[in-house]
């Protein structure tokens, strides 16, 4: 199964944001016992690369990704720890290239048909869509799939448990990158057991929604 059939599978791409890599083996647990054993691991924080480490080495097959991914260089430290993918905010050609002439799975954001069209010429067949409601939603995602109809999108940004049934009812769309069960006070706090309960939740309106 290629990373894109995981996506799609997963329904929900957690979007992490770790400060502290002691959250990092909790939170990575509490996901794959919630059932959505995936994360995107944003590359803002000093605790990214670590944090990425460690969740890729105590879950070994937990789908542990880098996201916000600005420079070849965060590339290079991401994929050294072991990040399965790369997703950068939005379509970096350098990012790209560097990802694919290492083989490294890439997804980067588009929210134009001029992005979409540079992504394709690339052979890239998932693009993520950011910040997907700011930037239109679904009637823009739609709008942009016809002309390009072996592409799906990702979309992720403003994306909660009250709009994922609309996004994941479209062929279009592979899965979504959220927050809501990964909120950033929770990890803070430690609690696990609540962000547990809440990707359990994701994972039954995914399983719902695809039946």
Do not use: H
């Not at 599978?9 to 959250?23: M, R, S, Y």
């Not at 054993?37 to 542990?64: G, H, K, N, Y």
């Not at 050294?80 to 905010?89: H, N, Q, R, T």
């Not at 700011?134 to 994306?159: E, Q, R, S």
């Amino acid at each position: 199964m290629d990373i894109a059939e995981k996506f799609q599978k997963i329904g929900v791409v957690p979007v992490v944001v770790l400060e502290d890599v002691k959250d990092a083996v909790p939170l990575a647990k509490a996901l794959v016992e919630g059932g959505l054993p995936c994360a995107e691991v944003t590359f803002r924080t000093e605790a990214a690369e670590e944090s990425i480490r460690l969740m890729a080495e105590q879950f070994p097959d937990m789908l542990v990704g880098a996201g916000t991914v600005l420079t070849k260089e965060q590339v290079d430290a991401a994929a050294a720890a072991g990040a399965k993918f790369i997703v950068s905010p939005g379509f970096d050609p350098e990012i790209v290239d560097y990802c694919l002439e290492k083989e490294i799975p890439v997804y980067p954001g588009c929210v134009s048909p001029s992005e979409v069209a540079q992504a394709v010429k690339r052979g890239l067949k998932v693009v993520k869509f950011f910040p997907a409601e700011p930037a239109g939603g679904l009637p823009m995602i739609k709008a942009m799939a016809a002309p390009y109809v072996g592409l799906k999108f990702m979309p992720t940004g403003g994306i909660n448990a009250k709009n994922l049934e609309e996004y994941l009812s479209c062929d279009k769309i592979i899965c979504c990158g959220g927050s809501w069960m990964v909120k950033g006070d929770l990890v803070k706090a430690g609690e696990f057991d609540k962000i547990k309960e809440l990707t359990a939740e994701a994972r039954k309106l995914v399983d719902s929604i695809r039946k």
